[in-house]
Each structure stands twice: as structure tokens, then as C-alpha cells.
């Protein structure tokens, strides 16, 4: 047991803590090319898909590389690595695993340009967390695929270029992960419709996304035809050890600690009511184990032995604190919590800036599987008792 | 970057769960427990030829010169058999001489604590039932170089079984300072009682007049001491706390499994597989904070305080809800043994106690 770093790895970290101290100055940010000249600094360190090979353009980070950087970053609260999200998570490693040596040419150097926004097709109406349900159909045609279905939940849809969707290539399967079959699809192809959902935050980050007669060409096939389930399960593995995010609930909770220091209740502050202080250190001491179940699970993957199961237990956590924290911001502010938005005629800061966080939990909790799916997960996989 | 155990730590786990299915299943424990003091001669003398009572004692006063980490394996493992005996008192007394002692009394007491002819432990709660340096108010007046004690410590752990006491006191009126005192010295008088863990013995210790020489006195920053012992000892209660919740998933989960109701198995409900999955999250993650805090005690002991109690916290808020989520999935054949393990989890209520229903052996 050693939770010191080597040598090398220290190195590491003190080359990225100066990138930051040079890069990310209060004055520096103030900049109105701040954002462009991040960009193309951290591109030009190969820190945008650093996790990527090399060879396809990437930073080729080992996982205590990756780990190091995400933390520093997020500990200086820095601007992303590269803003095509999806791109770098999901669809990117997908095509690197199974694309066509043209489709990493067309797409890879875009996604790590920040060129422009993926959005990933996955949800259906009827298909959830039963995912491999999925109806949106796909049918070949000569040199193309016609795409018929809706999708749902799908994530910045309304600004994104391109779209990686699940579609049913073959409904006559006995194994519903089977027939399904992964297409790139450009958002604006004839008959893409998008509408945009406002959730109960007032955000539209979310959107439905209808397909009508969408020709999509074969050469935008990702994988195997019927063998799209496979091209998501790896996809969706990169989501969850948990370890970077951890700075950033460390931030929320000390956001959340100033907030019970300045707000008084009772004629105290209310971080001396001790039913908050129990809230407050539960938060804390879960966060903590979340940073160290995450060692444990990278302490695994540095061994070379793959993570299963067993992240669901930082989802879980991740789960509960996006509740948390948003339920005790309000009850720490009180009625004053209910704005949305800060009156004109007021200058408390606060005024408006939790009921948002509050309303927006449900992203964080049910995207990547919900709660009661991390709970089967551990019941069957890990405890082995029978499946529903 | 390892949060792993070694192969060394590996084979401790395996050989000390071995050693504890041999010798002190659970018929053996429940006689153990219902003995005066929970202590089996024989169990400790096996105990001591195992090296553990002297587990983290330096080689050259008898003991195996390991560390925290290994002792925490110990206790995961003697937490999860249930094993009544004064392995974690005995653990922080030689802790406080090892850091806090002269090359003296470290001579004098720490090989007969290795070998297990002295069982030692911490007295530390007072009538302030605080624990912690703002609690202790035992009057320590200066007699001769050294002092002489009165007043009364409560609760303490083993005690009965216990031939020396770390004692805290007030020394005139002042600092806080740690005394070495034998438990057949003048004037100390104990008075052993069970408590709703049966597996554990506490007694009152009455001090009238007790001689404290000035060579029994450990030394430097008493307070700072104090809180060291403290977390060390938040660590090792922790440890057992864990095992033994580790153990009450896996019978809970093999009932689970077993036990058909409705022509199922009831682990296929979500109400009864969902709070085991919690039990899971819980272990797991109270796991991680209990090995970090241990890594902390010599390797980073600035942040023992911290980790000691998120440790701490974390596994006794749970500890006892996973305790009544066995109790759900196993009613109503509540055996003996599951109720036993419930006991451990420090639960303040009644609810908790030992059951006197018939026992089955259904879950045991």
C-alpha cells in the first residue's frame, strides 16, 4: 500500500501545475481569445484526448498520466480539454476501436480540434435502461442505410454536427443485443428533426431527435452490421471510476460550506446548526471514500485487470450527493431559495444561484444508468443473486 | 500509486481466518462469550504463538515489527469471526509506550505485552462522558516526583482482563498526562459488567490514591498523545466493525439466496436485493477510508485525524442500518449469531439486543 506518487509521476503533476499557473492567471481569463488560446495550448501539449493512442493523434497518457492531469485541472477549475465532449468520451474511443482506417482520418484530428459537438443516440422513448430494446430502425438500401425512429434525452443535439445512433437492423434476433447496428449521422441530413426539451432547471440541453426517411451511406457504418451493441458497452465504459470527478464535488461542497457560514438561521450561522454540520461532514466523508474507492479501482486497472461491476458504487454515491447537495443548499438558504433568478432590485448573490443546481440533479443521476439499475448491477454481478 | 494489499498482508488474512474457523467458530465464541472476562486462555496463549498480540510491537521488544495496515487485516478478520478477547485494548496500550514511552518502559512492559503475559488498555472515559482530552478531569496530584491518582474512569474496555491501564489524568490540576498503572497497584479497584455487546467486556475503574512514579509517566504533549491513542483506537474499532459487517452481507446474501418464498428465491425482489447492494456500497467504501487511515498512522500521520474519522463515521452511521437491513432480510429466523453481529455496531438502541426467541440455525 502506497499512495505516493514516483518519481516520474511527480514530475507529471509539476509540469501540468505550472502549465496552469502560467495559463489559467485570474487576468488571463479575463481575455476575450482566452478560451481559443486554451484550446489550442492544451492541443499543442497533446492533452485533448490524452488518453488516445498517439498514432490517431492523441496524448498516449498512461492511466496515472490521465488521472494526474484530470485532477489538477479540475482542482484549478480550468476550462475543459477540448470541448467536443462526446467526441473525446464516447465517440472517439468508439471509432478508435472499431472505425475504418477513412472514418479515423475524417473524424478523429475534427473531435480533437474542438471542431465541432457529437451528440450520442441512444435513448428511445420505450428503451431506457433497458437500452438494447431499441426500435429506431435501420434499413439497407444499395450504398445506404434509411433510418426511421425517434430518439430521446439526447444530450446538445441542437448544436452538434454529427450524431452516433443505435439503430435495429434485425428485429428477427433471439438476443436483443443483437441486430442492433451503430451509424454516424449527420445531423443535417434530410429528414433529421430536432426538438429541443426544456427541463424543469429551464435548460435545453436536452432534446428529442426524429428520424424520417434519413439515408445515411454504408461507409458511415461504425462496426459491424448487428454488432452495434458491442461498439456502446465499450463506450460507455470509460464513465466510471469516478476519480475526476471528485475535485469537482469537493468544489461543490465547499461552495456549499461558504453558503451555511455566511447564511444566518436562528440568529446563527447556520454551519453551527448541528443537524446541517451532520449533513455537511456525511457529504464529506463520502466524497473521501469516493476518492478512495477510486484509488482502488485504478490501483486494479494499474495491475492491467479490467474494472467491472464495481463503479457502480461511486455512481451511487455521485447519486446521492446531486440530491444532497442541492436539498441542502435550499434548506440552508430557506424560502429565499425558491428565485430562480436574482431580483434586479437585489444584491445577495445567492439570490437565484442554487434553486438550478437543485432542479438539475436528474441529469446526474439517471444518465449512465439510475440508481436502481447501479443497485442490480451489484445484487447480480457482485452478489451473485438472481436476475429480476 | 497502490491501494492494494501485499501478498504478505494476503496470506496474514488467510491463515488468521483459517486460525479463527479452527479454533473459534461460532459455538466457540458464544462460550466465550458467556465466560467472566469474554477470554479463552487457551485461544490467547494460540493467539500470542500467532505473533498477534505483539503485531505491531518493534522486533527487538519481542513483537513482529509490522505495521497498521497488517494490524487492521488482524481485525478485519477477528470483527468478522466475532472473537471476543482484548485484541484491540491490548494493541493500543503497547501503541502508547511504543510512541509515547521511555527506552525504559518500553523494556519493562512491551515484550510481556508481545507474548501475551500482560493484556493492556486504554482508560480513558470519565463521568464527562467525553471522550477526548476536554473529558478528563482524573486529579493526578504531584507526590514525590510522581503523582498519586483519584477518581473514577467508566467504560473501559477489558479492563477486567486487563493487567496494566493507560490512564490519562489531570496532573495537578493542569496538562494531561498518561500514566502507566498495574492493575494490582494500591488503590485500584475494577468492576467488570456486560454491555449489549457480548462479546466485549467493560469495567469502572475506582483510583484511591493510586501511586503513579514518575518513571511510570509517559512522556511529551499528554493531550497530543491522547488524541493519537484516540484515532489509533478509531482505526482498529473501525477495523472489527467492518469485518463483521462484511461477514453479515455474506450470510445475508446467502439467505437471500436460499430462502424461497413465492416459489423464488427472495434475493430476486429489489426489495430485498437493493438494500444488500446498499450493504455492498457501504462495506466497500467504509473498507477504503479504514485502510487509508490505517496507511496514515505511520506513513502520513498528519492526516490520521481526518481519515480516522471519516472512517469511523462513515462505518458506525452505517453499521447499524446494515444490522437491521439483515435483520429485514433474515426475520423471522433471527439467529443468535446474526444479532450478535448487530451487537458490534455499537447501537445505541435496545432494539438491537440480543434476541431471546428460540435461535435456528438457519442463518448460523
Not at chain 2, 49 to 61: Q, S
Not at chain 2, 197 to 205: L, N, Q, S, Y
Amino acid at each position: 500500500m502506497d499512495f505516493n506518487l514516483t518519481p516520474e509521476e511527480e514530475a507529471f503533476r509539476d509540469e501540468v501545475r505550472s502549465f496552469i499557473r502560467e495559463h489559467l492567471s485570474p487576468e488571463g481569463r479575463k481575455d476575450p481569445n482566452f478560451m481559443g488560446n486554451w484550446l489550442k495550448s492544451v492541443r499543442e501539449k497533446r492533452w485533448v484526448g490524452f488518453n488516445w493512442p498517439a498514432e490517431y493523434g492523441g496524448g498516449g497518457g498512461g492511466i496515472m498520466e490521465q488521472v494526474i492531469l484530470k485532477e489538477e485541472m479540475s482542482k484549478a477549475g480550468g476550462p475543459p480539454l477540448g470541448t467536443s465532449m462526446m467526441g473525446l468520451q464516447w465517440v472517439g474511443p468508439a471509432i478508435i476501436e472499431y472505425g475504418t482506417e477513412e472514418q479515423k482520418q475524417q473524424f478523429l484530428p475534427d473531435i480533437l480540434d474542438s471542431a465541432y459537438q457529437w451528440c450520442t443516440g441512444y435513448s428511445e422513448p420505450g428503451s431506457g435502461s433497458d437500452l438494447a430494446s431499441l426500435q429506431c430502425k435501420a434499413v439497407r438500401d444499395g450504398d445506404e442505410y434509411v433510418v426511421n425512429g425517434q430518439k430521446i434525452w439526447t444530450s446538445g443535439a441542437s448544436y452538434s454536427k454529427w450524431i452516433i445512433l443505435l439503430t435495429r437492423t434485425d428485429s428477427d434476433v433471439e438476443d436483443k443485443h443483437d441486430g442492433i447496428t451503430c451509424l454516424l449521422v449527420e445531423m443535417d441530413s434530410p429528414g433529421v428533426e430536432v426538438r429541443p426539451i426544456k427541463n424543469m432547471a429551464g435548460s435545453s440541453h436536452f432534446a428529442e431527435v426524429f428520424f424520417d426517411n434519413v439515408r445515411v451511406p454504408v461507409k458511415n457504418l461504425l462496426g459491424e452490421e448487428g454488432k452495434g451493441w458491442a461498439v456502446t458497452v465499450s463506450a460507455l465504459a470509460h464513465e466510471r471510476s469516478g476519480i475526476s470527478e471528485v475535485a469537482g464535488l469537493i468544489s461543490q461542497l465547499a461552495q456549499v460550506v461558504q453558503l451555511a457560514k455566511r447564511t444566518r438561521k436562528n440568529g446563527r450561522p447556520a454551519s453551527e446548526d448541528p443537524g446541517i454540520r451532520r449533513r455537511l461532514s456525511k457529504a464529506d466523508a463520502m466524497i473521501e471514500g469516493m476518492r478512495l474507492n477510486g484509488q482502488r479501482f485504478l490501483t486494479k486497472q494499474l495491475k492491467g485487470e479490467k474494472l467491472s461491476s464495481e463503479t457502480s458504487i461511486n455512481k451511487l454515491h455521485r447519486a446521492f450527493l446531486a440530491i444532497e447537495f442541492g436539498e441542502l443548499a435550499l434548506e440552508i438558504q430557506g424560502s429565499a431559495s425558491q428565485y430562480t433568478s436574482r431580483p434586479a432590485d437585489e444584491d445577495d448573490d445567492d439570490l437565484g444561484r442554487w434553486a438550478s443546481g437543485a432542479l438539475g440533479w436528474p441529469a446526474v443521476v439517471i444518465g449512465g444508468g439510475t440508481p436502481n439499475i447501479q443497485r442490480n448491477i451489484i445484487a447480480e454481478r457482485i452478489l451473485g443473486l438472481p436476475k429480476d | 500509486m497502490n491501494f492494494g494489499l501485499t501478498e504478505e498482508q494476503e496470506v496474514l488474512r488467510s491463515v488468521t481466518r483459517r486460525f479463527l474457523d479452527e479454533r473459534a467458530p461460532m459455538a466457540t465464541v458464544r462460550e466465550i462469550m458467556e465466560s467472566p472476562e469474554a477470554l479463552d486462555e487457551k485461544l490467547w496463549t494460540g493467539m500470542a504463538e500467532l505473533g498477534w498480540l505483539g503485531l505491531v510491537i518493534d522486533e527487538d521488544h519481542g513483537g513482529a515489527g509490522l505495521g497498521w495496515v497488517d494490524l487492521v487485516v488482524l481485525l478485519e478478520e477477528t470483527g468478522r469471526g466475532l472473537l471476543p478477547s482484548p485484541l484491540i485494548s491490548t494493541s493500543l496500550a503497547p501503541a502508547a509506550i511504543s510512541e509515547f514511552g521511555t527506552a525504559e518502559q518500553k523494556q519493562r512492559y512491551l515484550p510481556s505485552l508481545a507474548d501475551g503475559s500482560a493484556i493492556g488498555t486504554l482508560a480513558v472515559l470519565e463521568e464527562s462522558d467525553v471522550v477526548g482530552p476536554d473529558g478528563i478531569a482524573l486529579s493526578g496530584t504531584p507526590d514525590d516526583g510522581g503523582y498519586r491518582l483519584n477518581g473514577t474512569k467508566r467504560f473501559v474496555h477489558d479492563a477486567g482482563a486487563a493487567t496494566l491501564f493507560i490512564v490519562p489524568f489531570l496532573a495537578d490540576g493542569n496538562d494531561i498526562k498518561l500514566g502507566i498503572v498495574e492493575a494490582n497497584a494500591e488503590g485500584v479497584a475494577t468492576k467488570s459488567y456486560a454491555t449489549m455487546d457480548e462479546t466485549k467486556r467493560m469495567a469502572d475503574i475506582a483510583f484511591d490514591n493510586v501511586p503513579v512514579s514518575s518513571d511510570a509517566v509517559l512522556t511529551g504533549d499528554g493531550t497530543a498523545a491522547l488524541a493519537r491513542l484516540l484515532d489509533l483506537a478509531a482505526v482498529a474499532v473501525t477495523a472489527e466493525m467492518v469485518g463483521a459487517m462484511d461477514k453479515d452481507l455474506e450470510i445475508t446474501s446467502q439467505y437471500a439466496k436460499d430462502r424461497v418464498q413465492f416459489d423464488q428465491p427472495i434475493g430476486k425482489y429489489q426489495g430485498v436485493k437493493h438494500p444488500l447492494a446498499e450493504m455492498y456500497v457501504d462495506v466497500e467504501t467504509s473498507r477504503s477510508l479504514l485502510y487509508y487511515a490505517a496507511w496514515c498512522v505511520q506513513e502520513q500521520p498528519e492526516s490520521l485525524p481526518l481519515a480516522a474519522a471519516r472512517a469511523k463515521r462513515t462505518r458506525a452511521s452505517r453499521s447499524s442500518a446494515s444490522a437491521s437491513m439483515a435483520y429485514s432480510c433474515t426475520a423471522p429466523s433471527v439467529s443468535r449469531r446474526s444479532t450478535t453481529f448487530s451487537c458490534i455496531s455499537n447501537a445505541p438502541s435496545g432494539r438491537f439486543r440480543r434476541s431471546e426467541t428460540p435461535t435456528t440455525t438457519t442463518v448460523a
